[in-house]
């Protein structure tokens, strides 16, 4: 009689785990990544300089000069690692075999091959600089750099130029 027991509920136990994998097909493993198209608020709102607001959430520096805003992707252009910003040197510096790049995103030390890639930027209705991912400008060592379309940018008179 217990070997009985014991065989139900064996093969309960196997028909059950059976039904759980069949029914886990439903519900498929996903990645929820962030949106590449995401605001980050007015010109106005940052300063001259280097912003590391959006380092962590979006892999993004936001660079402000004195005429435009640019949005610098933050992956070494060398092997993809993701770069320091460094106040004091006034330098990117990749922490993987030491690229350097300056205030712009412009290689200029290390086994880097060209400047990191910038995000297509533009203002909405609002006013807001809207950053898009998924359309990166690169400035290859071959020449037609990307940093010179006017979607690399927005001019701080809110116009591009
Ligand atoms: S990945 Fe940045 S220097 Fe190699």
New binding site residues.
Partial sequence: MNRRRFTWAAVCAFFGVAVLMFLRFFFPRTLFEPSPRFRIGQPSDFQPGVDERFRQSHRVWVVRQPEKLFVIFAR?T????T?NWSETENKFK?P????GYDMEGRNFE???PRPMDRAHVELDAEGQVVVDLSRLYACPPSGGCGFEQAESFVTLSGTRS
């Fill in positions: 070494c060398h092997l993809g690692c770069p990749c993987c075999h030491g690229s290390g086994p880097a």
